[in-house]
């Protein structure tokens, strides 16, 4: 276990071979660069570095693996698994001040950039020439390429364009022991061995510090239709995406859904009008990009025959489509607004996402009465957020102290389905104790090993994912 | 280093716990199995296990771990680089038994198989449901679900779908030990720590034995348009490809490409006739799926008027794709049947492709006159097949020789400009001794570094991609 305290030949070799603002230990920066947006967890940095070149990062790592100096690699922290917190005297390592971004290679449709750039600033960079890089999610103003890379990001294109890891090219990576790796260039295809980019991607931080990464781009998509639908339950959804995915007239781009109780907390906090008149058990958002329109509204018009829909709306305009938008992307505030929600990201193999919507109401309407489950995400992908909501007339410390045992409840069942505890947000600190429901004995016994062989003294983001 | 004879309790613990079927010491088998499409190695086996299950497999390598038996995992052996070939005593574990495929989840759009399933069975699996897995090459008849995933394949179709890594959900692998690992379920979002499902995909069999997969189906494509462009030469090939994929109006399938030394061979060999009257100096096949018709013809004429081609055929019909196809697909064989290859298969940034070809030439020009370099490939993904043909007034075992003094100077070259020397066919025997003009002394030292964490006693494959 690395030490806390900074050990006063560290701080010497620090001040002898940095620039003077290099390291800040003051109070106001201590507390705001070690948390994220878990908030939760009390921020207690002991420094907090701002490197502005990989040979700094790569400096800085040598000296603190010599000294078991812990680290935390730090982005845009809006991470909400706890996995930029640094709450036990580590030092942050944040990349902010590396944030170039090199021309666009239209040849190649790639472009390199460092870990501090920011998510929304590459899609500006890069729009200019009709390009994009489909990472794309409500925190991409503030989060990094380097922390979208080391977890993983998702968001609500993944059903068309797939996870963060498959816009990656190549990586620029420093090791805990300070060296500086240079993974797969830009390279589309490299068949010699073990792909090494694929150890970093998704593993939090715990195994190197990403500094540079060369992205993938692709063409923006073209003009997009945006559809609400309303459907009596889950099992509609899926019969309604299983039919969706077979149409060739259309690409789908999002495919997410909310429940009934989403949209009434929705309406009560933002005052928004449903675009139905009747209620319905589930809502569906549908963004799809056309290939061929007369197909298209063949298809609506054939929705209603067959029975795959009770009511739906197409947005006519932009601004329209922002307002059915809106109803999707509110949901998480409405529910923070209008009660106490406990929250957990988990996915479900598609076939299974039925069985396990049932079982799961039915599971706490009798161990849990009166707890409201909030039903909503990227249902396409398998992705579930599921929102608890703290019942009226229960205190907070009994509901929070209750939701520690159904955690458990849910993840049992989550396991039993074949899911998985995480599907987007990460382990970082918040689910780690959990990590045993989506990785068997042998596996977490591989991940232990692989952080033992990349970071012997266990320097890197201690005590996140898994404790070593 | 594993011994090479077979212990006497190694193969009394066999036939005691296995099937009487379950090794075979046949020479005639022993012959077969022991070799890949590379045919440069005697092979040289000591016995070929031949398991029904996963049970099997893990009993298997409990006992080749713990009486130290080298062990050459094995697939459809249609590797070009020696990965599943067995010349050293080893036993070979032959996966063709394992070649279940359950019935295809049409909810989830997957498919579990075991990996002895071949490639193009899956696809007939898949097909009468409208869907494929999209992995797709020549030798997709013989190559197997396994293969495929421990050399991550790649093909003519990577530029519309990725490589093999992108359409795998699940893996179920059995380590050195006989530990099975399930890892990944059916789940397209997982981020629960470090994806160890990517250890395995691409290894060639080093780190692990993948038993069975959950692939990820996609719709079948709809109707392909085939073209053959004539363009002057590789800085026109890119320049037009640039263009196609500026494209709204249409999806390319594959952007492959030859220069007319291929075709001048396709000729001789094939009596084929060209589609054009004069000759050009490159030429690019485009496959493409139409989303506005009417769009691609203006394109297509506009491309004249442009100057970005010299002249252009379009398939009218199945018989005619078949026809182009054949230009591309026969120069392997033509090649061989008209002299003597010498093959590389590399790969470089697509940015860098047309300052490497101009390099190539002009070294080999100086260096080996009267070499005739015949390049072609997946050019869209910066993968050129590089054959070297045999001057006619050389001796075979001379050019040979000098094939190892002038696969340095162009891998030299490769690295120079960011490439790969193994962009699809792998590292296995034929490639290790280069391999450090694509992977630095640090990323060698952490490839053999997963090597020992995952199989402390060398038992897999020994001796394919690194020495460990």
Redesign the interface.
């Given at each position: 276990m690395p030490t806390s305290a900074l050990p006063a030949d560290f701080l010497r070799a620090i001040a002898e071979g940095f620039p003077p603002d290099f390291l800040t230990r003051e109070p106001a920066e201590l507390s705001e660069y070690g948390r994220d947006w878990t908030r939760v967890y009390t921020p207690a940095p002991s420094a907090v570095a701002l490197p502005r070149s990989t040979d700094e990062v790569a400096r800085l790592l040598a000296l603190c693996h010599q000294h078991q100096v812990a680290v935390v690699p730090s982005g845009g922290r809006t991470g909400l698994a706890g996995g930029a917190v640094a709450a036990r005297g580590e030092v942050v390592l944040s990349l902010q001040r590396m944030a170039r971004m090199e021309p666009v290679?239209?040849?190649?449709?790639?472009v390199r950039v460092q870990a501090g750039a920011v998510t929304e600033a590459v899609h500006h960079h890069c729009a200019e020439h009709?390009l994009t890089w489909p990472v794309d999610f409500a925190s991409k103003g503030s989060s990094t390429v380097g922390g979208n890379i080391a977890?993983?990001a998702?968001g609500v294109k993944?059903i068309r364009y797939?996870?963060t890891?498959?816009w990656v090219l190549g990586l620029q990576v420093v090791?805990a022991e300070g060296?500086?790796?240079?993974?797969n260039?830009?390279?589309?295809?490299?068949?010699?061995?073990?792909?090494?980019r694929?150890?970093f991607?998704?593993?939090?931080g715990?195994?190197g510090v990403i500094t540079e990464a060369t992205l993938k781009l692709t063409?923006l998509p073209?003009r997009q239709d945006v559809f609400l639908f309303a459907v009596p339950d889950v099992a509609a959804v899926?019969r309604l995406?299983?039919d969706a995915?077979?149409q060739?007239s259309f690409l789908i781009s999002a495919y997410e859904f909310f429940t009934d109780r989403c949209l009434a907390r929705l309406q009560r906090h933002r005052k928004l009008r449903s675009p139905f008149e009747a209620p319905s058990g589930c809502y569906v958002l549908l963004e799809a990009e056309a290939?061929?329109s007369a197909a298209v509204e063949a298809w609506l018009g054939s929705l209603f025959e067959r029975g795959l829909v009770t009511d739906g709306t197409q947005a006519q305009g932009a601004s329209q489509a922002a307002e059915l938008w809106a109803l999707r992307e509110g949901i998480s505030e409405s529910l923070s607004a209008t009660g106490l929600p406990h929250k957990n990201d988990i996915?479900?193999?598609?076939?299974g996402l039925e069985a396990f919507c049932g079982e799961l109401e039915s599971l706490f309407t009798a161990r849990y009465p009166g707890w409201e489950i909030c039903l909503f995400g990227?249902i396409g992908?398998?992705?579930l957020h599921v929102n608890v909501m703290k019942p009226d007339d229960m205190e907070k410390a009994a509901f929070l102290a209750r939701t520690k045992e159904a955690d458990p409840t849910m993840f049992e069942l989550v396991k039993k389905h074949?899911?998985?505890?995480?599907?987007?947000?990460?382990?970082g600190l918040l689910?780690k104790d959990y990590?045993g429901y989506?990785?068997?004995p042998?596996?977490l016994e591989?991940?232990r090993?692989?952080k033992r062989?990349?970071d012997p003294r266990g320097i890197l983001n201690p005590g996140k994912?898994?404790d070593s």
């Open positions: 290679d239209l040849l190649g449709n790639t009709g977890t993983n998702g993944v797939g996870l890891r498959q090791t060296q500086v790796l240079e993974l260039g830009a390279l589309e295809k490299n068949n010699t061995g073990t792909d090494l694929q150890l991607i998704g593993s939090e715990t195994l063409q073209g899926l995406f299983r995915r077979q060739t290939k061929d996915s479900l193999p598609v076939a990227h992908d398998g992705n074949g899911g998985s505890i995480s599907a987007e947000h990460g382990i689910k990590l989506s990785r068997s042998a596996e591989l991940l090993a692989l062989t990349l994912v898994i």
